[in-house]
């Protein structure tokens, strides 16, 4: 049996940083070079080493049976967003093709096969598509969603047994529509956002430029192929500026998370890999009991530890850096960043080996309140996101809509080539966001010097008396307690009995004994008190109850909706 060889780091082609009119025109030239996609099992081995050349050979064919089925320049195709190389040659493959690909989720661990074809044929019906192809394993359930919806639906190996006739392919132009990316927490009312040729470039030029990719670079990625950052920054990117990579799938991410930094270990040319603030956290909280760090990992070469996709905690970066320090790896590789899939991915980032910066904020600059001064000035470390990316332009504006000053906290707005056409049929959403070429975010935060600061998003600020707390700020706290982990907790507001607005916070329970529980219930109550100087409504609830996106984050305002709809059930404990 010949043994499997990954693709390499290093070969004679030149490097082009994503200086492509399209994405078409990207593949082809990353296939002059050896590089390519290296898949992985859940423990790190390679099972498949797949050059760029291999994939877009499969990509081309894949065009053509798209094709002969009838699938025409602007039509959908909807793939099941597997880590493997069908979902990529797919993917490619439609784009040759002219058809926008829409990358879509697979079943998770949480909401059982019921709520995902509900999911599934949520997104279908906005992306409307003629066809959805997905991996055998879930045939079931992808075609119970496509037959809601309407469009044909077949698994990935039957489609690639179907003839390929090859034909000429319709031209690609900068303008047209390569995409639509659905964010991570469109679900219950998808926007499939529409990402040009031009756009998706853009993005990508400004990434490697401004992370300074070059010769040598390798990557390490378990992000999912339907999150933003899982698919532009984590293979398109790749394509498009010629690295290879290493994958491991999500799920296998989620069993073994320390074989995320086996393989960047084993890999030694690794200088690439990104995650979310929890997947910092759980490697470090699973090594905390190991004392072989510096024996098993190797993280000397690893350059660009990119954080983004949530809230980053300093907390939880410094006790990565506290845990894996021995291993080599640097704190100054942290590479913060800020983005969203309506801007393609990034708007800002964190020039390299600045890693983690923060400012301390006071609660009053926050909550916009006045301070009370009974109570102790507290503040919130506030991470320092980078700098706007070649061409973007980032603006912080008050509710008058006018621009404010540095370190004065408003709506973030950005403007530039890589932001979204449009959400796809949906005008009206379209004109909400964006004016006059100006992308509202949705989030809150400040610049400083040229840097974006992020503060929280604004749809989830609870208000309460008119005095403004941000839901992250209770959930930390509250985490800070023993015995709880990165995404126990959801705080939102309700409406209690008497008709006022109150602070209430989910916590997984983790605990069997009624009094211990109760225990539990006052302690949270006494903690978030302290933050908010009210009292709240606390309900321990299972764990693996509170929901999460797609991408892994937790859903607040979908925890609420459970919640308040009685399809999270708390435990009972006594008054």
């Known amino acids: 049996m010949t043994e499997l060889v990954p693709t390499p780091n290093d070969c004679p082609l030149p490097r082009r940083r994503a200086d492509f009119a399209t994405f078409n025109e990207a593949v082809d030239y990353a296939a002059k070079s050896a590089k390519g996609l290296n898949f992985h099992d859940a423990r790190g081995t390679l099972i498949r080493a797949y050059p760029y050349s291999e994939m877009r050979a499969d990509a081309l064919q894949a065009a053509y049976r798209l094709i002969a089925a009838g699938i025409g320049k602007g039509d959908r195709v909807a793939l099941i967003a597997e880590t493997g190389p069908e979902f990529a040659a797919l993917f490619c493959g439609a784009v040759y093709a002219g058809a926008w690909p829409v990358p879509l989720p697979l079943p998770t661990t949480f909401g059982g096969k019921e709520n995902y074809i509900e999911q599934l044929a949520v997104q279908l019906e906005s992306s409307d598509p003629k066809l959805l192809l997905y991996p055998a394993e879930i045939a079931e359930m992808a075609s119970a969603a496509a037959g809601r919806q309407g469009c044909d639906g077949i698994d990935w190996a039957t489609f690639a047994q179907r003839p390929a006739i090859e034909v000429e392919l319709p031209p690609a132009t900068p303008d047209d529509i390569c995409y ?53 920054g984590c293979l398109l990117s790749l394509i498009a500026n010629q690295v290879s990579v290493d994958y491991l799938k999500t799920e296998h991410f989620a069993r073994r998370p320390l074989a995320w930094l086996d393989l960047i270990s084993r890999n030694q040319g690794t200088t690439l890999s990104y995650s979310p603030t929890f997947g910092y956290d759980i490697c470090a909280r699973r090594i905390s009991s190991q004392s072989s760090v510096a024996e098993r990992f190797d993280l000397s070469r690893w350059r660009l530890a990119g954080n983004g996709a949530d809230m980053i905690r300093p907390d939880v970066m410094q006790n990565f850096v506290n845990a894996f320090s021995e291993a080599g790896f640097k704190a100054s590789a942290f590479t913060p960043s800020y983005g969203l899939a309506e801007a393609t991915l990034a708007v800002t980032v964190m020039p390299p080996g600045e890693g983690i910066r923060v400012e301390l904020v006071a609660e009053e600059r926050l909550s916009g309140t006045r301070r009370d001064l009974s109570r102790p000035a507290r503040y919130r470390a506030i991470v320092n996101c980078g700098k706007p990316l070649p061409d973007m332009e980032v603006e912080i504006r008050g509710e008058n809509g006018k621009a404010k000053k540095d370190h004065q906290i408003g709506k973030v707005w950005c403007r530039g080539p890589s932001v979204m056409h449009s959400y796809f049929r949906n005008q009206e959403a379209t004109d909400e966001c964006l004016v006059d070429g100006w992308l509202d975010t949705g989030d809150m935060g400040y610049m400083a010097d040229g840097y974006l600061f992020i503060v929280g998003r604004a749809k989830d600020m609870i208000i309460i008396n008119g005095k403004n707390h941000w ?6 706290a509250v985490e800070q307690l023993p015995g709880f982990n990165h995404g126990d907790i959801a705080a939102f507001a309700i409406e209690t009995e008497n008709g006022e607005e109150a602070p209430a916070v989910l916590v997984h329970c983790r605990v069997s004994d009624p009094d211990e529980r109760v225990r539990l219930r006052d302690t949270i109550r006494d903690k978030v008190r302290s933050i908010t100087g009210m009292n709240c409504v606390v309900e321990l609830v299972p764990p693996r109850t509170l929901p999460r996106t797609s991408s892994g984050k937790l859903s607040r305002a979908k925890a609420k909706r459970l919640y308040l709809a009685g399809e999270i059930e708390p435990f009972e404990l006594a008054a």
């Open 180 to 232: 639509l990316q659905y964010s991570s927490g469109s679900t219950r009312f998808p926007t499939g956002v529409a990402v040009t040729h031009r756009a998706l470039l853009h993005n990508l030029y400004g990434h490697a430029e401004t992370m300074n990719i070059g010769e040598g670079d390798r990557g390490v990625s378990w992000l999912p192929f339907y999150h933003d950052m899982g698919l532009v």
């Open 471 to 476: 839901p992250q700020d209770i959930e930390w």
